[in-house]
T-cell receptor
């Protein structure tokens, strides 16, 4: 089975811009979760989508949003970028739930 | 508050020596606990989960509810065990299912 893929792998944006990241889960997996990883805060849960609905949410501001399509692919959007949004954004997929998660390689976002 | 604590940022162990990576958690309920590992230039991947009660690559972890700990152990370290290890907890928090990761411990196996 092909693994979780994320595009783009690297992104450079400036403050105030918005960005959209994409994640394609493992075939057959219906749950996609997103995480932000930074040296200071570690790995933090953003949200989980299942069957095109946001099912669970972490403690991030509303600038962070996402969606999931009927083929289970997911996108994450960050609006009005801040310097502190610079991070590695990981997505992970499972058949359902937050149990064994299969992670993608991540998208490294740099905000200047 | 729900929390996962990995007290050691870096742990250096000689090859052949026992390894113990510590993980303590705070959660009011019945959590599900995991250990994830990230080898150099590879993706984060699940190592083991407490409900499986199995040994993976020689590693085991026992959930101790009294001490709220889920320490990862291996009797004899191997050089290929060098990696970043994350302890994680999933459960219901504020009516949402969430997962919390510890900040990770870098395990360095010395030859």
């Amino acid at each position: 089975k092909a693994g979780v893929t994320q595009t783009p792998r690297y992104l450079i944006k400036t403050r105030g811009q918005q960005v959209t990241l994409s994640c394609s889960p493992i075939s057959g997996h219906r749950s996609v979760s997103w995480y932000q990883q930074t040296p200071g805060q570690g790995l933090q849960f953003l949200f989980e989508y299942f069957s095109e609905t946001q099912r669970n949410k972490g403690n991030f501001p509303g600038r962070f949003s996402g969606r999931q399509f009927s083929n289970s692919r997911s996108e994450m959007n960050v609006s009005t970028l801040e310097l502190g949004d610079s991070a590695l954004y990981l997505c992970a997929s499972t058949y359902r739930g937050l149990n064994e998660q299969f992670f993608g390689p991540g998208t490294r976002l740099t905000v200047l | 508050a729900q929390r996962v604590t990995q007290p050691e940022k870096l742990l250096s162990v000689f090859k052949g020596a026992p390894v113990e990576l510590k993980c303590n958690y705070s959660y009011s309920g019945s959590p599900e606990l995991f250990w994830y590992v990230q080898y150099s230039r590879q993706r984060l991947q699940l190592l083991l989960r407490h409900i499986s009660r199995e040994s993976i690559k020689g590693f085991t972890a026992d959930l101790n509810k009294g001490e709220t700990s889920f320490h990862l152990k291996k009797p004899f370290a191997q050089e290929e065990d060098s990696a970043m290890y994350y302890c994680a907890l999933s459960g219901q928090m504020n009516r949402d299912d969430k997962i919390i990761f510890g900040k990770g411990t870098r395990l360095h196996i010395l030859p």
